[in-house]
């Protein structure tokens, strides 16, 4: 199954706010509410940041924000800090019972 | 809370069988989905397979002929076997809970090299 799709990198600056898309298809993405979003630092196991599409865990800052539109979902961090610099992963249900994440987007805090 | 912990050897030869066992702490693996998760080295991360308390499965179709899921709910472990493993099979292999659509807690992971 082919990869979700989002941006290789972003960036941005300290205080500023950036958005990750992720691209799937009405078979994953678009087709359920069930896309979530993962931060993964260097060496760590991934967390947890947003559950279907929009919720975040207790203990995740608000300044994590996710939302859909039709095939693509997206992740916004308002009020960019050094410590949010790290890997990004979305994942989806699909419609195969199975699930499939995208290929990562690396965050830059200038 | 919840606590999860990979286990297996950390080099396998090709060819042969990868096995892997996910230990569940703090929590009982009855009534949850259990998954495998992995990461080369360097890039993103590809979703397995899951197993249910009830022993049903359902696996990534790209290495659907090559997976095993099973659990041992009176141990609170959950395993997982790829055979036929090549060097594309290195990655760190993560367990985790999977509710709907989201994973959480991961373990830590552990490294599997796959090399004679």
């Known amino acids: 199954q082919s990869a979700l799709t989002q941006p290789a990198s972003v960036s941005g600056s300290p205080g500023q706010s950036i958005t990750i898309s992720c691209t799937g298809t009405?078979?994953?993405?678009?087709?359920?509410?069930?896309v979530s979003w993962y931060q993964q630092h260097p060496g760590k196991a991934p967390k947890l940041m947003i559950y279907d599409v929009s919720n975040r865990p207790s203990g995740v800052s608000n300044r994590f924000s996710g939302s859909k539109s039709g095939n693509t979902a997206s992740l916004t961090i308002s009020g960019l800090q050094a410590e949010d610099e790290a890997d990004y992963y979305c994942?989806?249900?699909?419609?195969?019972?199975?699930?499939?994440f995208g290929g990562g987007t690396k965050l830059t805090v200038l | 809370q919840v606590q999860l912990q990979e286990s297996g050897p950390g080099l396998v030869k090709p060819s042969e069988t990868l096995s892997l066992t996910c230990t569940v702490s703090g929590g009982s693996i009855s009534s949850y989905y259990w998954s495998w998760i992995r990461q080369p080295a360097g890039k993103g991360l590809e979703w397995i397979g899951r197993?249910?308390?009830?022993?049903?499965?359902n696996y990534n179709p790209s290495l659907k002929s090559r997976v095993t899921m099973s659990v041992d709910t009176s141990k609170n472990q959950f395993s997982l076997k790829l055979s036929s493993v090549t060097a594309a099979d290195t990655a760190v292999y993560y367990c985790?809970?999977?509710?709907?659509?989201?994973?959480?807690?991961w373990g830590q992971g552990t490294l599997v090299t796959v090399s004679s």
């Open positions: 197993i249910y308390t009830s022993g049903s499965t």
């Open positions: 009405s078979s994953d993405v678009g087709g359920y509410n069930y």
């Open positions: 994942s989806s249900y699909t419609s195969s019972s199975t699930q499939k």
């Open positions: 985790a809970t999977e509710g709907l659509g989201w994973f959480d807690p």
